[in-house]
Structures are given as structure tokens and as C-alpha cells.
């Protein structure tokens, strides 16, 4: 089964992904994460794509696809696969479909702006050991405190307010109409998400069975 993860920044799209290709047996691929093997590993495509990084540009629709591809045709690959993070736009998916890969199904984990400004501005991470916290959900026994080290605990820039209606603005421009193009091929099935982790992974398990 080949099926894409939609949502928006911390909608958690990426935690249900990794959960359904652990009950499916089959390989999620983050786009971010394949890049920067891309790059570790000194493909072709790594290379072209560092030329871009170096330059301070933005990697292009060409590299990031001719990556995906790659990807693609590792072994792992072959019962089928998660994409997480791409495609990001109409042309990323049309692209997508021009290279033959058939999907499956389109999981959208759908969750309000402003859901998503309280999850994200209330994160707290430890800059020592890396430990994340929420003011609401995963509070420390000590305000302020990491509960492993005792080091201070901080947002992190990506966490502001400001910085998450931003990404927030990019990705309704930009990755929403996704929505419609899948829509339109019968392939999208969209899971409300809910205040618990495990409410949401119930939901998407059951979509994906």
C-alpha cells in the first residue's frame, strides 16, 4: 500500500505516519530526512541538491523529485511506502504521478490553526538533553525545569507564535489544494484530529485497514 500523510505543521502527520508504516511493515519517507541522506551519501541528486543549499537557494522541484525517485527504487520500497512531506504542492503531485507511482490512499490529519499555535508556541524543550515538554499536555514536575537534568527549559524559534502563523499561511497557499487534487482521483480520506495522540492514531489506523 503507497499512501501520503497530509497536514499542516504540527498537526502530527508525521507521528501517524511513523505508527501506520511500524503496523504496515513498509518504509515512511520523510522528505527532509531523505535529502539530508541524499546529501550524507553523495548521490548525483545529493550533489545538485547541495549546490543549491550552499548557494543559499531553495532546493528545486526537479532535485527534490529526482530524490523521491530514488528513493523509491530501494528494496524496501517494493510492498509499498509512507511519504511524508512531499508532495507540498499541485505540481510536486502531478510530478509524482507523471513518474507512474500509484497511491494508494491520502491520510489527511486535519487540526484548526489554532489547535495548532497552542500545541506548537507550548512546547518547552531542554537545550542540554533534548527532553520536550508542553505547558498544557506534558507539563515538568518543576515549572521551568527539565526532569531529566535540571537544565532551564526554552521555545524553540520555529515554536513562536508569529513563526507558526507564518508556516501556517505557507502551507494553506501552498500544500491545501492538495485536498481537491486528491479529492477529485477518490484517493483522500480525512481524520479529524484529537486532543489525545492515541485517539488520532485509532482513527488513522482504522482508515488505513
Known sequence: ?????????GAGKGT?????AKAKNIPAISTGNIIREALANGTDMGKKAKSYMDAGQLVPDEVVIGIIKDRLAEPDCANGFILDGFPRTIPQAEALDAMGVVIDKVIEIDVSDEDIVKRMSGRRVCRKCGVTYHIDYKKPLVEGKCDTCGNELSIRPDDAPETVLDRLTVYHELTKPLRGYYAEQGKLITIEGQDKVADTTALTLKAVE
Request: charged share 5%.
Open 1 to 9: 500500500m503507497n499512501i501520503i500523510f497530509l497536514g499542516a505543521p
Open 16 to 20: 501517524q505516519a511513523e505508527v501506520v
